[in-house]
């Protein structure tokens, strides 16, 4: 699989062809790629996304009823859908975003608009980890969480870099069943979550 947190890509991959988002927009639009094309955009390059099993997609299920109920007025939990960045369209397994579902009809939710990305991981974790984090912290995307099924714990990220040449976050937290995890909307803790309450 290829790595994407070099974003000059040495070596063999110096040759392969990136993708704008608006040329990915386009291919879109034009039919080129439709659901049936398990693909997102990362660092310009089209990806597989990793298929998904059963404690994969059961997490999905905890963790949206432990983040719905918490979100005030203005603020909409989307699952699985894109997101629009400067050079990636990822597809997080969540995203707290402003807004509400009138909101992205006509666009995605871009940088300004993100304030949590949520990613369940299992046979994605080195993805999640050491190319989606790059990406949202290159991004400014304030709060990022790994629902790691591996070791049982959600990792949260904070304090992102923004557009640096090795971009990532400052602060990393481990937590396990037992501890809580703070919802931070805008720099305020909203509300706290049970670890437990987000692992299988």
Request: aromatic residues 6%.
């Amino acid at each position: 699989m290829t790595t994407l947190n070099n974003a000059s890509f040495p070596g063999p991959y110096a040759s392969l062809r990136r993708f704008s988002v608006a040329e990915y927009h386009q291919m879109i639009e034009t039919g080129i790629l439709d659901d049936a094309d398990k693909v997102e955009l990362l660092e310009g390059y089209l990806v597989l996304k990793i298929p998904r099993n059963a404690p994969h997609d059961g997490t999905i299920d905890l963790v949206r009823d432990a983040l719905a109920g918490q979100l005030p007025a203005g603020w909409l939990l989307r699952t699985q859908q894109a997101i629009t960045l400067s050079a990636s369209e990822p597809e997080p397994d969540f995203a707290v975003v402003r807004g509400n579902k009138r909101s992205y009809l006509t666009r995605h939710p871009g940088p300004a608009d993100i304030q949590l990305a949520v990613e369940v991981a299992e046979s994605s974790l080195d993805r999640d980890r050491d190319e989606k984090a790059p990406i949202y912290a290159r991004e400014n995307i304030p709060t990022y969480w790994i629902v790691n099924l591996i070791n049982m714990q959600v990792e949260v990220y904070t304090q992102p870099s923004g557009p640096t040449a090795n971009p990532g976050y400052a602060q990393r937290q481990d937590l396990i069943s037992g501890a809580s995890v703070p919802l931070v909307l805008n720099g305020v803790t909203i509300a706290t979550l049970a670890v437990a309450d987000l692992l299988p």
